[in-house]
């Protein structure tokens, strides 16, 4: 038990019974937690995205975020196939600056490849505070990289101290699985995990760790959503591997059986890439992994699409924009799935929602620790509280919500970005354009000692021998 003393944003101390002048606020945080704000690995406010964009901008998004205990997001930029990185950067930046109620972060996406790439992402680290790049093994045609291209990418990564972020699934067979469930008349929600079974997670998961591994490049998998990819993650790691796994709130909270429901409304809603799983025990069993480490942080793919933007697809289920809400739902879902239910403890589930997404992307200790000198992002946390998660009272812009009717036990009663108190007992008290861009430095330690280090000592050597001298027979040419 300890007190923590607040100034100019940031912790000056922490210890029992401080002495503080006289008109310092005070917050009693008697019988309750006092833990790092959450740290939201995966969001993408406004993303358009499949003919649409997603109703939560970066003002609703991260308002909703903080009254959920969040106190920061990392986001995504997104450019088109052929289209400048820089640029894209600088145009995420002009929008989400003016609106973002907490702290935020990017990563960058990279859709194509040629030799000004790989210049941008060096500017990228260099000059713009970007340290991951993600890669889609799916989204043939719009975003998805083929084998040759992901080894290119993950070899820059590599040279250039970022972490390989993948959207791991088969592009190829979810086109052709798409192409099959069509042609037999399955045209609703259902058909979206039919033609993208787990199988197809867990072989992208997979050649992604193999070709991040002959990279010798840091992997992290973005959001595992099924038991198989996640037990490539585990078995990756206990090999040795440099890989995290990232399960979201979605996954951890709720499941694939969901798309068979008589109502398509309801069915739809939970359309997302990769899919929910269909086997009831796969929230379980990742929040199992979580717990255990083999799974590493949380993020939750926030990527809203109200109904009516989801019916673009109500005939068709890859017409369907894929994206779920969660960015305020996430650290109440992870409490009561994971610390509720005892499958992990209170220190497990700060180093889960906050301290290992700042410890991989380079930004701790400075986010996801309470300690003199880190930023004072904190969420008062009570555990014994309870409440039911509905769209009727969430703060999201969106008109539904995927965990709708779920009782969850913890929840945060007051959040602090930077010192300033962002929500209390239910009222925000957030201005747009509070928040700031948090720039992350290359080579992560936490990541890159162990890359660094087999670099130096496993490098690949030849055997000296002598020369052969013998007969060589030869080859007529081909005519
Ligand atoms: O369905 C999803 N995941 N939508 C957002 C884009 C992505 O792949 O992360
Ligand atoms: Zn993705
Ligand atoms: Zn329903
Ligand atoms: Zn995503």
Known sequence: MA???IEDGVISEVGSDLQVAAGTRVIDATDRLVLPGGIDTHTHMELSFMGT??????????????????????????????????????????????????????HMAVTWWDDTVKKEMETLVRDKGVNS???FMAYKDVFMLRDNELYAVFAQCKEIGAIAQVHAENGDLIAEGAKRMLSLGITGPEGHEMCRPEEVEAEATQRAITIAHAA?????????????????????????????????????????????????THAAGFVMGPPLRPDSSTPGYLMDLLANDDLSVTGTDNCTFSVCQKALGKDDFTKIPNGVNGVEDRMSVIWEKGVHSGKMDENRFVAVT???AAKIFNFYPRKGRIAKGS?????IWDPKATRVIS???????????????MLCHGLPVVTISRGKVVYENGQLFTKPGMGQYIPRKPFSEFVYKRINQREQV??????????????IISIAPKR
């Open 53 to 106: 964009t997603a109703v939560d901008d970066f003002h609703t998004g991260t308002k909703a975020a903080v009254a959920g205990g969040t106190t920061m997001i990392m986001d995504f930029v997104i450019p088109q196939k052929g289209c400048s990185l820089v640029e894209a950067y600088e145009r995420w930046r002009i929008t989400a600056d003016p609106k973002v109620c907490c702290d935020y972060s990017l």
């Open 3 to 5: 007190d923590v003393f």
């Open 216 to 264: 010798n490049c840091p992997l992290y998998v973005v959001h595992v959503m099924s038991k198989s990819a996640a037990k490539v993650v585990a078995n990756a790691r206990r090999n040795g591997r440099v890989v995290f796994g990232e399960p979201i709130a979605a996954g951890l909270g709720t499941d694939g059986t969901n798309y068979w429901h008589k109502d398509w």
């Open 354 to 356: 906050s301290t290992n």
């Open 391 to 405: 769209a009727k009272t969430h703060h999201q812009a969106v008109d539904y919500n995927i965990f709708e009717g």
């Open 458 to 471: 496993a490098k690949p050597c030849a055997v000296r021998r002598e020369p052969y001298t013998g007969e």
């Open 133 to 135: 790049f993600k890669m």
């Open 375 to 379: 930023d004072a992002d904190l969420v």
